[in-house]
């Protein structure tokens, strides 16, 4: 467990609300309805942390409240939610509601309630917390949300709440790994029996792609594993792991969406195993020289590049970060300026005076431009 957070509602709120951004704007769009902070914003403001985004909930309609505050607007009709876009800053406006679940699994239904309401069908006590926009700051904490953040504990608000929405325990995982928080021992009973085989692929993917932008992916992997949230082999959890914590150092940074990766290493979707496969192709290969290696490489997807690499293709490293971006100084045009017919004999021409380049045994224009003539004249054997 990580040392426990010193939280004092009472001397840490209303100094720490009036830094969030966008703060007087947003009350002043609310006007007089009641309208309130909540969730993940309220846990990060006691941490002392500021969250990318600010959830509001408002007893009443979310749609003059979002038209006030202008910016870019996205409205959601059937969960009666609005997204609001200010520069950097977003804002989640959702009308308290109440859920039912038609079967387990399924996506809620909802109808208009009150905050009490709106905090009981939340996932942890640390995220039932709110805050109203309106008086003086104070916290709203029926289900002791506060004391649970500073015993750094992960606690569910009923034991129905995996049943009703199995991906929670995807978001157990991401915050445990998150906060370095421990599960309380009946959440933690019930998160190993949460069933994610009532849950479509598409939203168990979607929480797998946020679990990739943790801080500590690779611990969240691991925890996904112990406690039985998706039956996965250690060696594919370790593969992406690596693949995550590649993507994060040099030369790797920006290769491909750390999501898509996580996926693919994990084997999910129709393109997981075919992009694992070629990985392991990737893997397996062993060149000897720089032109082979972007032989075997060039074109691939980033995805396929960065597990390559995590199953042990060091040699990508040098494609990644040099030879895929050696790059000739003649081009098809001064081919054909020396009579070679515009076709497949300017391309030979031109893989050949690259490779030559990769390889270091040319360097310059005319070289370039002696060996590409050769190749393309077929005065030279490939390879």
Known sequence: MADKPTIDPAEDLPGRLQAIPGLEELQTAVGGLPAY???????DLLLGEQHPDLDVVIEG????????????????????????????????????????????GALPDVTPAKLEDDLSRRDF?????????????ELIDPYGGADDLAEGLLRVLHEGSFSDDPTRALRAVRYAARFKFDLEPETATLVRGADLRTVSEDRIDAELRRLAGEGDPARALVLLREWGVLDTPA?????????????RSAPWEGIADPGEVLLA???????GEPVRAAAATL???????PSQAVQAAAGRP???????????????DRFVSEWRNVALEIDGRALMAEGVSEGPDVGKGLEAALSAKLDGEISGRDEELRVALAAARGEISEG
């Open 235 to 247: 060696t594919v959890v370790a593969l992406a792991g690596e693949a995550i914590r590649l993507l």
């Open 283 to 289: 893997a397996e290969a062993t060149p000897e020289r």
């Open 125 to 137: 006590t640390i995220n039932a917390m709110a805050v109203p926009l309106g008086g003086a700051p």
């Open 61 to 104: 309609d979310v749609a003059p409240v979002a038209t006030a505050l202008g910016g870019e607007v996205t409205e959601h009709e059937r969960f009666q939610t609005a997204k609001v876009r200010l520069g950097e800053l977003t804002l989640d406006l959702a009308r308290a509601r109440a859920e039912t679940y038609a079967q387990p």
């Open 302 to 316: 980033g995805a396929e590049l960065v597990l390559g690499r995590a199953m042990g293709a060091e040699w990508l």
């Open 37 to 43: 902070l909540v969730g993940g914003a309220v846990r």
């Open 265 to 271: 290493a994990l084997g999910r979707g129709t393109a």
